[in-house]
Structure formats: C-alpha cells, structure tokens
T-cell receptor, first 112, second 113 residues
C-alpha cells in the first residue's frame, strides 16, 4: 500500500512550457485534490474531484487543468507555465471530502 | 468551515509534553476538529480528529473543551522529529459536496534539546 504518490519530485520549466504533474493513490479513495504551497503560506486548493469523471475548481484554478479518468489517478496539467506557478504542489486523497486526507510527498516546480 | 486561531510559534524541550492550543469559537455542532502537521518540505500529515470527546491515538491526544470553542493537541513526549508546523482545522466531516481543507498559518513548534 503506497498511499499517495506524486511524480516528478522536482521539475524546472521555462516560461510557456507545458507539463503534467502525476498523482496516484491505491486506497480506492473517491475524493482527490491538488494544492499549491508558496513559501511561508498555507495550502491553497487548485482543483478537486469527487470521483472518476467529475472535477471542479478550487480557489486558484487559473492556468491549470485536471481530469479524472480513473479512481486511482488525478493528473494536474500546466498549460503554459509562468513564473508565478513556481511552488510546491501537493496531491491529497480521502474516502469522501470530509474525511481524513492523505497527502503525497509533493512536487517542487520552478518556472524560469 | 469555522475559523481557527493558533499561536504563531511555540518551543518545547525534548521529552516534555507539547501542548498546542487552538481557538474555534464559531464552531458548529456538526463540525469536527482536525489536526495535521507539516514537517519541513513534506506533505501534511494527519494526526488526530474529534467531535466533542477527548481522543487519543499513538501520536497524540486531543482535548476539546465542553463548550467546544477551543481544543488542545498534546504530544506527550516531544522529540526533535516533532518539530513541524501544526494546523488546527475545523470542518464538517460527512458532506455530500466537496469542500476544501482550509489550512491557516498554523503553529510552528520547535522542539529543542
């Protein structure tokens, strides 16, 4: 049982490039979400999903897309990277939105 | 979700109990108190949660006042590895719609020798 896994651990992008941050969980959780954390700040919700085929926006969705084709996977796509997207990205999952959330180890992204 | 207030930082000597307070005076009857922590550079880690009774698990104890307007997380024998930012979060547990986990700025606990 690996829990929540995220790849890559680190990534450097140039402005305008696109990429996909991967997130997978093996706990059969319906609810998955993406957060970003900037230095000295709390976590801010980007997008979330209550189940396969269902996604919705969080508080900072601009510049990001998500899809949920399976229960296990919830990738986050940066369409055209900007320096303001330099951050640490965390994926989380839980059995339902109100239950305990389990977080992945994070992806550190630097956009030059 | 109800708003919470926590001290910005606290120190604790290794081996002593760390008592982390949290005020949540606007908590509703169906809202639970959750505690998470974030050790430097890692993903947040669930610690414990409760509704109105005191709770204990292998990591910590949670003491909730009778009026539920405040709570205390207790790490009984703090170690250097407990140095982290601790977040107190109040939210509805069972919900048919998605709601975000609102992390405030938390309490930075520094455990020292």
């Amino acid at each position: 049982n690996a829990g929540v896994t995220q790849t890559p651990k680190f990534q450097v992008l140039k402005t305008g490039q696109s990429m996909t941050l991967q997130c997978a969980q093996d706990m059969n959780h319906e609810y998955m979400s993406w957060y970003r954390q900037d230095p000295g700040m709390g976590l801010r919700l980007i997008h979330y999903s209550v189940g396969a085929g269902i996604t919705d926006q969080g508080e900072v969705p601009n510049g990001y897309n998500v899809s949920r084709s399976t229960t296990e996977d919830f990738p986050l796509r940066l369409l055209s990277a900007a320096p303001s997207q330099t951050s640490v990205y965390f994926c989380a999952s839980s059995s339902n939105p109100g239950e305990t959330q389990y977080f992945g180890p994070g992806t550190r992204l630097l956009v030059l | 979700d109800a708003k919470t207030t926590q001290p910005t930082s606290m120190d604790c000597a290794e081996g002593r109990a760390a008592n982390l307070p949290c005020n949540h005076s606007t908590i509703s009857g169906n809202e639970y108190v959750y505690w998470y922590r974030q050790i430097h550079s890692q993903g947040p880690q669930y610690i414990i949660h409760g509704l109105k009774n005191n709770e204990t698990n292998e990591m910590a104890s949670l003491i909730i006042t009778e009026d539920r307007k405040s709570s205390t997380l207790i790490l009984p024998h703090a170690t250097l590895r407990d140095t982290a930012v601790y977040y107190c979060i109040v939210r509805v547990r069972y919900t048919g719609t998605a709601s975000k986990l609102t992390f405030g700025t938390g309490t930075r606990l520094q455990v020292t020798l």
